[in-house]
């Protein structure tokens, strides 16, 4: 009997543990369910486009700000690249990647007054205004899977005269400009009239951008290098030079001209050198010359060689009757004399070049009469 009843309590002991151990579980599965519930709620009454994450969700971002990348695949071309006053300007757009631009509403404007829209318009055609005067041209594309693509283009063309010298030798009272021949140094200049605020640009204060044949020459290009020295090369063709301007304070006032200069050879001229007027430059000699008295001198004058002066960094050879005449090379001049009472003729020629630029050289030549009476020939 005693056995049974120790039994019985122990199985009542058993079940009310049971009981409690069920209890507490309950409690504790419903505390933790009620702290997760506390810790994901939201609320969502006062949401506005300003709870998107910046730059993702929120509508009113431009879409090229959400995606910087799609503004970068935004590929224009404006044709000319840097217009003129007054040019026929083309900017052609393209969009790589889901938007497809020729399915797209488009609209340009110019100076914020629409002059194109409609669907796939991704060119667009405008006559350039005038000279200083800024233009501003507004892109925007309206795709349907996206919000606004814009970009902007600001014109402002300016004036540039281009000037050049050759740095090539011409005779003292010579009227005609110095030439460039081969091998040969020229100086361009640039003479940008870029007009801001009613104020000129002082041309110090500009950029400039040399380039020959549409390379830019970045050594000799920058801020306020307003000159450029370009020296020819053996290879004769005809060179482009431009010079690339805009304004240090405001890139959009830019302009572009250039010139393309062509070769031509050196020459040389034979003239009379009167020991009363010295040099008559007034006549050159050609072809056939008849001494006026006993003795003549005769004088070979350099045309656009690369020399400061007739006597620096030329050699000159005479020749009588294709035989070498004893003269220094340095020597423009010789005379000559009648050698007998004979009358005659004797052809003189005279070849000039620079030892340093093998490609300037230059021949003169003239049939030297003597028709007086104790004429001779000689040196």
């Known amino acids: 009997m005693r056995t049974i009843l120790m039994r019985t309590i122990f199985r009542k002991i058993l079940r009310q543990l049971c009981v409690l151990t069920i209890i507490i579980l309950c409690v504790s599965l419903y505390s933790i369910h009620k702290v997760s519930a506390q810790t994901t709620q939201v609320d969502t009454s006062n949401n506005t486009a300003t709870d998107f994450e910046p730059g993702i969700g929120d509508p009113s971002i431009p879409f090229t700000s959400k995606f910087p990348q799609i503004k970068e695949e935004l590929v224009t071309e404006i044709t000319p690249e840097i217009p003129k006053p007054g040019d026929t300007v ?3 757009t393209n969009l790589y990647g889901d938007i497809n631009l020729n399915t797209t509403l488009i609209t340009w404007r110019i100076n914020g007054v629409v002059e194109l829209r409609g669907i796939g318009k991704k060119d667009f055609t405008f006559i350039m205004g005038d000279s200083g005067k800024l233009t ?20 402002a063309p300016v004036d540039v005269d281009i000037l050049w010298q050759a740095n090539t030798y011409t005779p003292p009272f010579y009227k005609g400009k110095a030439l460039f021949t081969p091998e040969s140094n020229v100086t361009f200049i640039a003479l940008p009239n870029i007009i801001i605020g009613g104020k000129r640009v002082d041309p110090s204060e500009v950029v400039y951008n040399w380039k020959v044949d549409r390379t830019v020459d970045g050594e000799n290009s920058g801020f306020g290098k307003s000159s450029y020295d370009f020296t020819g090369d053996i290879i004769l063709k005809p060179t482009l030079v431009q010079a690339e301007v805009y304004a240090a304070s405001n890139p959009a006032f830019k302009g572009m001209n250039g010139f393309q200069i062509s070769h031509i050879f050196p020459q040389a001229l034979m003239y009379e050198d009167s020991p009363v007027y010295g040099i008559l430059f007034n006549k050159a000699l050609r072809n056939q010359y008849t001494a006026k008295s006993d003795e003549v001198e005769l004088s070979l004058i350099p045309f656009f060689f690369s020399t400061d002066g007739k006597n620096a960094g030329v050699t000159y050879k005479w020749n009588l009757n294709t035989a070498a005449l004893a003269i220094p090379e340095y020597q423009n001049s010789a005379i000559f004399r009648r050698k007998d009472d004979k009358k005659g003729s004797a052809s003189v020629t005279v070849t000039i070049g620079n030892p340093s630029k093998i490609l300037q050289k230059a021949t003169a030549g003239l049939d030297l009469l003597f028709n007086e009476k104790r004429s001779t020939f000689g040196q």
């Open 90 to 92: 083309t900017i052609t």
């Open 136 to 155: 501003t041209v507004d892109f925007e594309a309206f795709p349907t899977n996206a919000p606004l693509i814009t970009k902007s283009f600001q014109f």
